[in-house]
């Protein structure tokens, strides 16, 4: 008897590839165009424009103008407090989703609505409660303020906001993916002998980071541009703890516009970049596996 | 060293449900047995609480002599293959079937060159060694299936639970998996316990068949025993189709059908208790068993006849009852049956399950005044 299977058929004809992937779903052509549409009017035309601005300084007024410390201070307090704080996301993010998931506890439903606060809240309502929380004579401020940390008005309070703004965006991506999974998969891996950590590592994390890459990649991007919450809770002091997006509030208030227009395509161009480094990341994580 | 597995009294109950109720069973060492049932009968109850996935509220499995919860699966030496497979699907083929293997503490775990090796005769016995590097949603059903026993194979368990393990795939394949199942275990020292709802694959592959009904064993026997001596009619009745003929037993145990009082068995012991004249019983008759014979006098109508594979299948209306025989099509034109012609109908080989009494069965053959033609 032979169980030898035939082996797959060949690619599709370059006939059917040069005209394109049939698709089942109707009106594609319509919904395409409205979709490029909608995007050009609301993201591309304002970039343009702000790139367009820009450019009126002359490649060598951007040099001179981003090479001040002042502004290179605001993008290293951006950049690396959002990098911090999506990454405090992710892995508080993913903790609370497992728990969320895998646990069964009174409050369990309040607490998986309370995930999406920072989501609800005005942003400026949460600055100013996480600044008073944190301020040397706050609830939570006062318990480390004996030891001289401070956390209000400086960069630990920037990285304490985007950690709040970006935590629930971590959350919502992973814990559908964790309810999703089969338990049979834990189950053969422990019939196989697999103890709870080889389960974890080896069976459920690579099942989940894909969109634990996700989350972490949409809090970044939120912490980039997260305004409200931040100036109240840092003492936005230049080169400090200013973050890019209040800089560009600043130059703007000083009505150098072409200064803040090319602020704010650095910032595009940065986070154009570091997103687009993200989805690779996460496709290479993710190929094979959906063939 | 193939495990021998006996199961004591277990009950498992799901609230006020009772999925198992006392099952208590013992698999040889080495044999291929299945676990047979119809849905919802607590056949996946019972294997999850072998393989230590599941525990029982009163009772206990041991594996070679040992409770088998006492010890860490890997120690267990247990195989599982899940009926819907459940194969890592981020690893590939052979990252699926290597697991077993990788997971193993430091001193026990082969070096990287050995589990290669063994990973790739793993995946030449289920031959599916050019397919190493694929990810399971890139394999058809069986392949599917086929890496999961290789999967389950690898940490050398003494006994394989399978569970449906060909329930998703077509009957072709099936029966080609069922056949290479049926080797494999043979060539392996390994006791196989095999849940399936398919009456015909247990009956094929089973050295043993263990039926079960609504969280009990029913009849545990050899598929001969049990195809030739069911304990109920439940057990009859599963394994295959049967008529039922409602009679009454008359003088010397000849059945006669309640209704027109043709004789159309006879009892084979007829000096049995339950055999005495003017005793009601229900004749189980299995359509292959059930002759028939044109007669312009005959107490049967045929109501239609359909060619089925090898068979005709013939409906007769006899006494309100509608019964149904199988005959070999090359017997066919020789019966000379067409809708609405006349029989006589005979009983080759049947049973009936008396309900006083100790139970067991009655045997009953043609009568013996009728011959063939
Ligand atoms: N976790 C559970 N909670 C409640 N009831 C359960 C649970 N698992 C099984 N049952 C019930 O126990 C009974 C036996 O289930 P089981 O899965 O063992 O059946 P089965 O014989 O494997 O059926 P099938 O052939 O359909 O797979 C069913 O009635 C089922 O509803
Ligand atoms: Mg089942």
């Known amino acids: ?291 | 060293m193939a495990g021998h597995v006996s199961i004591r009294d277990v009950s498992r109950r799901f609230g006020a449900f009772t999925a198992l109720d006392a099952v208590s069973l013992d698999i040889p060492a080495g044999e291929l047995v299945a676990l047979l049932g119809p849905s919802g009968s607590g056949k996946t109850t019972l294997l999850r609480i072998i393989a230590g996935l599941d525990f029982p509220d009163t009772g206990q499995v041991l594996i070679n002599g040992e409770d088998n919860v006492a010890r860490h699966p890997r120690e267990r030496g247990v195989g599982f293959v899940f009926q819907h497979y459940a194969l890592f699907r981020h690893m590939t083929v052979a990252g699926n079937v290597a697991f077993g293997l990788q997971v193993r503490p430091r001193g026990l775990r082969p070096s990287k060159a050995e589990i290669k090796a063994r990973v790739a005769a793993l995946l030449d016995l289920v031959q599916l060694g050019w397919l190493a590097d694929r990810y399971p949603s890139e394999l058809s059903g069986g392949q599917r299936q086929r890496v999961a026993l290789a999967r389950a194979l690898a940490i050398e368990p003494r006994l394989l639970l399978l569970d449906e393990p060909f329930g998703a795939l077509d009957t072709k394949v099936r029966k080609e998996l069922g056949q290479w199942l049926r080797n494999l275990h043979h060539d392996q020292a390994i006791t196989s316990l095999l849940v399936t709802h398919d009456q015909e694959e247990a009956l094929e592959l089973a050295d043993r068949i263990v039926l079960m009904s609504q969280g009990r064993v029913e009849q545990i026997g050899t598929p001969a025993e049990l195809y030739t001596k069911p304990a109920s009619p439940f057990v009859l009745e599963f394994l295959g189709e049967a008529n039922r003929i409602a009679g009454v037993v008359g003088e010397g145990g000849l059945v006669r059908v309640a209704g027109t009082g043709d004789a159309v068995a006879q009892s084979i012991d007829p000096g049995h208790a339950l055999a005495a004249a003017g005793q009601a019983v229900t004749l189980y008759v299995r359509p292959h068993d059930l002759l028939l014979e044109a007669r312009a006098d005959g107490a049967a109508v045929v109501r239609s006849v359909k060619v089925a594979g090898a068979f005709a299948k013939i409906e007769v209306v006899l006494a309100d009852q509608v019964l149904t025989a199988l005959t070999p099509l090359h017997r066919l034109p020789s019966l000379h049956l067409q809708e609405g012609s006349r029989a006589r109908l005979v009983v080759a080989q049947g049973m009936s399950f008396p309900t006083q009494g100790a139970g067991g069965s009655l045997q009953f053959a043609a009568p013996r005044s009728f011959a063939m033609a």
Not at chain 1, 18 to 35: F, V
């Open chain 1, 1 to 291: 008897m032979s169980l030898a299977d035939s082996r797959p058929a060949p690619a599709s004809s370059l006939w059917g590839r040069l005209r394109g992937q049939r698709s089942i779903l109707p009106g594609l052509g319509l919904s395409l165009g409205i979709t490029l549409f909608v995007l050009s009017l609301i993201v591309f035309l304002p970039t343009a424009a702000m790139v367009g601005d820009a450019a009126t300084l002359g490649v060598g007024g951007l040099v001179h103008l981003l090479a001040t410390p002042r502004v290179l201070g605001a993008f290293k307090v951006s950049l690396g407090c959002a990098a911090l704080a999506a990454l405090t996301s992710a892995i508080f993010g993913l903790l609370i989703a497992w728990v969320l998931v895998r646990t069964r506890f009174p409050g369990r439903r309040l607490a998986d609505a309370m995930v999406d606060l920072p989501f609800a809240l005005p942003t400026s309502v949460a600055g100013i409660a996480l600044s008073t929380l944190y301020a040397p004579n706050g609830w939570l401020g006062s318990l480390v303020a004996p030891y001289g940390i401070r956390i209000s008005f400086t960069v630990i309070g920037v990285y304490i906001a985007l950690t709040f703004v970006g935590l629930p965006f971590v959350v919502r991506s992973v814990q559908p993916v964790l309810q999703d999974m089969e338990a049979e998969q834990e189950e053969a891996a422990h019939m196989l002998g697999a103890g709870r950590l080889q389960i974890f590592s080896r069976v459920i994390f690579p099942a989940i980071l894909p969109s634990l890459t996700a989350g972490f990649a949409m809090a970044f991007a939120r912490g980039l541009g997260e305004y409200g919450s931040v100036i109240f809770i840092s003492s936005n002091r230049p080169g400090v703890s200013e973050i890019v997006p209040l800089l560009i509030v600043n130059q703007l208030e000083q009505f150098d516009f072409a200064g803040a227009a090319a602020i704010g395509t650095l910032m595009l161009i940065l986070s154009l970049a570091l997103l687009c480094g993200i989805m690779l990341l996460q496709r290479l994580v993710r190929s094979g596996r959906h063939g």
